[in-house]
């Protein structure tokens, strides 16, 4: 039996090894089994381009990251690439050297870009290598688990 392509793909940016940043992790593994046949989950850590292969062929693909926009430790924000106000230098969407900006921008120039792509991230509070997640930041776990699961409950 031919395995069934999935249609939607979740993707976990950050690393674990640095504190807050390893966010959108934590809430891919919290979401395993969780979600639709048809929803792949990826630990996209650090990958940047390399995540390009994971886009194609999605009908949605919803990022989960941490931010630094100076609001409080945990405080979660949902929105999509487009929404972001365009500068001569874009604001920083994520805190990792190649932003979802490029890996969006790339998707589109290769034609593989999802026709929907949704960004959920969570305020850092420590980037202290080494160290967990802060308690502010492991308290916003269910709550961005419950926003992803929404997103896909229609589909």
Do not use: W
């Amino acid at each position: 039996m031919a395995e069934m392509k999935s249609r939607f793909v979740v993707i976990g940016i950050g690393n674990p090894l640095h504190g807050d940043d390893g966010i959108g992790i934590h809430v891919v593994r919290r979401l395993e089994g969780r979600l639709p046949a048809d929803v792949e989950l990826v630990e996209g850590g650090v990958l940047g381009l390399d995540l390009l292969p994971f886009l194609e062929g999605k009908e949605k693909a919803l990022f989960v990251d941490a931010v630094d926009a100076g609001e409080e430790p945990g405080a979660i924000f949902r929105f999509s690439p487009r929404q972001l106000p365009r500068a001569e230098t874009p604001p920083p969407v994520s805190l990792h050297d190649l932003g979802l900006y490029e890996l969006v921008g790339a998707a589109r120039l290769l034609d593989q870009c999802p026709r929907e792509i949704i960004v959920i991230a969570v305020q850092v509070k420590s980037l202290r290598l080494g160290s967990g997640l802060s308690a502010e930041v492991e308290a916003a776990i269910p709550a961005v688990c419950r926003l992803v699961e929404e997103e896909f409950k229609e589909e």
